[in-house]
């Protein structure tokens, strides 16, 4: 319905990317979808924290018996910092270090780790970790307020990075190439997906930036890359769901690891429309192992890749389909390509990832205990 009880015309304009391609053949799926569930993490130890503090501050004692369990985690973690003191059953803050702590997250609804951005020595403004390793690292164009600038410094220590304005009009981006690790996972649960047990828990991700790619607007033609001095590291607690995924006989290692890297992409392409995850909600990382992990970006969790835990079958039958129902030779940006690829889109194979998820799906591979992750990461 239009204004005024008019007739309305609504046009849907389709881009060229994985999940627009999935629905422009499909309409009737996008018009008649349900609505996707929303999803949130209310245990978000990094966000619960600095409420602990705004609590502690306003109200200058708390009853550790009063919160619930998982809010008193939050309260002896904050104790191993020097934040809180828990006598018998009551938490005291040190209230100089508490609003210090305040003042360096970015508001109660931040999950803090903040990095304060300078144009020569004036702040204009901040982005949260782990989005300003990939944002703000030496060489990165950001855009600031519309305007474009180039940042010269990024110092994770000092939670600072120094920008330069650039003048007039430029033609090309940047995007960051990185690699994730998980070092740990503390499994919180787990189920079944074919012959893959999936692990859904909490996950040390370590990301370290390499160098950059530069490409021409538009085109998005590489340009050049260009490798860091010196790479930068920064690692956070977050969730993610983890599982092997099997080899259906591909005895080609390039191909392999080509493979569970554009399996890993695609299943969080198709996690967009079935748990309505944004684009930066999830990472995710392969194994030349067979490991796939997906976890929720921000520090803490997020909520997203519990979803995807819940609804493997159906990301799966959409993945399938992407890769399925593609015409390109064995990867294209409308199927197996990541805009937030840490790879430049390189070593993807569109036809081996539907051979693994076939594999899965038809339950031709023997079961698979997690296991460790073993080999080069690719995420
Ligand atoms: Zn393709
Ligand atoms: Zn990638």
């Not at 390499?210 to 021409?216: N, P, T």
């Not at 050049?224 to 599982?243: F, Q």
Request: glycine fraction near 10%; hydrophobic fraction near 35%; charge should be negative.
């Amino acid at each position: 319905m239009g204004r005024w009880g008019r007739a309305g015309l609504v046009l849907t304009v389709l881009g060229d990317d994985a999940i627009e391609a999935y629905f422009a053949s499909r309409p009737g799926e996008y018009f008649e979808q349900s609505i996707p569930p929303s999803y949130i993490e209310p245990y978000n130890i990094e966000v619960v924290k600095t409420h602990i503090a705004a609590m502690v501050l306003e109200r200058g004692l708390l009853d550790l018996r009063s919160l619930p369990p998982e809010l008193r985690e939050a309260v002896k973690a904050m104790e191993g910092e020097g934040l809180l003191r828990i006598v018998d059953s009551k938490v005291y803050g040190d209230f100089k270090r508490l609003r210090a702590y305040m003042e360096s997250r970015g508001g109660l609804r931040s999950t803090g780790h903040l990095v304060r951005i300078y144009d020569e020595s004036e702040e204009i403004g901040f982005r949260e970790l782990p989005e300003a390793l990939y944002d703000l690292h030496p060489g990165a164009v950001y855009y600031h307020a519309g305007r474009p600038y180039m940042s010269v410094e990024l110092d994770l220590e000092a939670g600072k990075a120094v920008v330069r304005r650039i003048t007039g009009e430029i033609n090309f981006y940047t995007r960051p190439l990185y690699t994730v690790d998980v070092e740990a996972i503390k499994p919180l649960g787990e189920r079944s997906f074919g012959p893959v047990k999936l692990v859904y828990g909490e996950v040390k991700v370590t990301v370290r930036v390499e160098g950059y790619v530069v490409k021409e607007e538009g085109s998005g033609v590489t340009l050049s890359d260009v490798l860091l001095r010196r790479p930068l590291t920064w690692s956070y607690w977050t969730k993610g769901v983890a599982g092997r995924y099997p080899n259906p006989g591909i005895t080609d290692l390039t191909l392999a690891i080509s493979s569970y890297h554009a399996l890993e992409h695609v299943l969080i392409t198709a996690s967009k429309p079935v748990a309505g995850v944004a684009d930066t909600d999830l990472g995710g990382v392969s194994y030349p192992s067979g490991h796939i992990v997906i976890y929720d970006s921000s520090p803490g969790g997020n909520g997203a890749s519990r979803l995807v835990l819940e609804r493997i079958e159906s990301i799966a039958r959409i993945s399938e389909e992407i890769m399925a129902s593609c015409t390109c030779e064995d990867g294209c940006p409308r199927c197996v390509f990541s805009p937030y690829c840490g790879n430049n889109n390189e070593m993807l194979s569109r036809r081996g990832a539907l051979r693994v998820l076939r594999s899965v799906l038809l339950k031709a591979a023997a079961p698979l205990e997690l296991g460790k992750p073993e080999g080069e990461p690719l995420a």
